[in-house]
């Protein structure tokens, strides 16, 4: 797509027409979004030690609203939160991030994300033929799985070719990797005695084989200080990975031609967006203060583009996805946090 072509695009999207049609969905999918967004601030969706996360609860809510996705005078807004606002969320995701994280934590971190990301969206796209899915649903898990949870899945479902199911299985994938990174999240800390790992092992291995930043987060907690920033310090550099990785998407899905039945994703321009951003909060010109916003409008943003997802998911197909799916996703998890241990321990032996 040209600039030129671009810039109409963008005009097209933001007229004050258009948004007054597009108004009232928005409307509704900031509202599930804010509960959501609210009750996660207020520690309403924490029980113990176990904590729900908004994206689920969102997609819960939405789902429950799903007969209203027939509505004409929601229609346009549903399509505007699930796919623009999507991507504003997307590209302001690069305020999180810094360059200089891409060496805080000497090598071992780099690498490990390096091929974290890399191998598991490839295998994705192989083992996914093996249970009898599309390449296309395999890279939508592998990304998710690879890089960062529901962010990841709702950036590559911006790439990927659409179809009948997209819906179903991007909300699949949302609800099925932030499941699975909770699960692993409460058993991976316990592997220590058994992996034989340093304390700065255990933070990579958590950072670089655990989903979502949230779940990481959560685990070097339990392992205390030093586990918990190395943890981070590893999982920011699987999401400073996101805009190569859904680049490289987009190449691959661009290659391999279309499907039928499947329309040509747009090009990826948010993901610049991304880039930019990060390149200023690379150059310390956004405040702290500025920073913590824009994370929290990020957040909000892809919350509600995940609500806009759950009112136009099914749960009936959702439940009719079958038992493939959930296997490729088990398979995927494992696939990655075997894949961190085995580089860990190669590592070592070279002295990294």
Known sequence: MRSSAVAVEIVRLWAPDNLRRVAPGVALCAVIAAIAFVADKQNFLRFGAVWIPPLILTLVIGMALQPLSDRAVLKPGLEFSGRTLLRVGV????ARLTFGQLVDGGALPVLIALAAVSCTIVFGAWAARLFGLSRDFGLLTGCATGVCGAAAAMAASAVLP?????????????MGVNFLSTVVMVIYPTLQPVLGYSLHEMGVF????IHDVAQVAGAGQTMGPQ??????????????????????IAW????????????????PVFLFGFLALAALNSAGVVPPGVKAA??????FLIITAIAALGIKTSLLAL???GVAPVMLLITQTAFIGLLV???????RTVGL
């Open 319 to 321: 439940a009719r996805i």
């Open 252 to 267: 691959w899905v661009a290659r391999g031609g279309e499907t039928a039945g499947e329309s040509r994703p747009s090009p």
């Open 162 to 174: 659409k179809h009948a199911n997209s819906d179903r299985d991007l909300a699949f994938t949302v």
């Open 294 to 299: 824009v994370a929290d409008i990020s957040s």
């Open 206 to 209: 958590l950072g670089g084989a």
């Open 341 to 347: 241990v085995g580089l860990i321990y190669a590592l």
């Open 227 to 248: 586990v918990l920033t190395e943890a981070i310090i590893t999982k920011l550099l699987r999401v400073a990975f996101l805009l190569p990785a859904i680049a490289g």
């Open 91 to 94: 590209a302001l995701y690069g």
